[in-house]
């Protein structure tokens, strides 16, 4: 059983910045991969980025590309997400998950076998 708890959010003004953690339990981790998501209040789950256990391989959506940087350190058992140039449609809670089966990010949920509670950031224009 792995458990997940994200830290780090909080609310701040547009152009900041926020780094979040996402610390785990159990030995799954370090051989699994890692994603960040997000979901604002009406809208559906939207994938923020992704990194391979070995953190070879991140991937990011489109909309976060340059701003947000994610990393890990499997001896922590920790995965960071550091969020640059905070825009208010940044707003959302955000979750990590994890993945057991693969060792390389996906952007779908579904693949995803464990999640978070999540952290709430608000970014204010």
């Known amino acids: 059983q792995v458990q997940l708890v994200e830290s780090g959010g909080g609310l701040v003004q547009a152009g900041d910045s926020l780094r979040l953690s996402c610390k785990a339990s159990?030995?799954?981790?370090?051989?699994?991969?890692v994603g960040w998501f997000r979901q604002a209040p009406g809208k559906g789950r939207e994938f923020v980025a992704g990194?391979?256990?070995?953190?070879?391989?991140?991937i990011y959506a489109a909309s976060v590309k340059g701003r947000f940087a994610i990393s890990r350190d499997n001896a922590e058992n920790t995965v960071f997400l550091q969020m640059d140039g905070l825009k208010p449609e940044d707003t959302a809670v955000y979750s990590c998950?994890?993945?057991?089966?693969?060792?390389?990010?996906?952007?779908?949920?579904?693949?995803?076998?464990?999640w978070g509670q999540g952290t709430q950031v608000t970014v204010s224009s």
């Open positions: 159990g030995r799954a981790f370090s051989w699994s991969a």
């Open positions: 998950a994890l993945d057991q089966s693969r060792v390389r990010p996906t952007d779908a949920p579904a693949d995803y076998n464990y």
């Open positions: 990194i391979s256990r070995n953190s070879v391989t991140k």
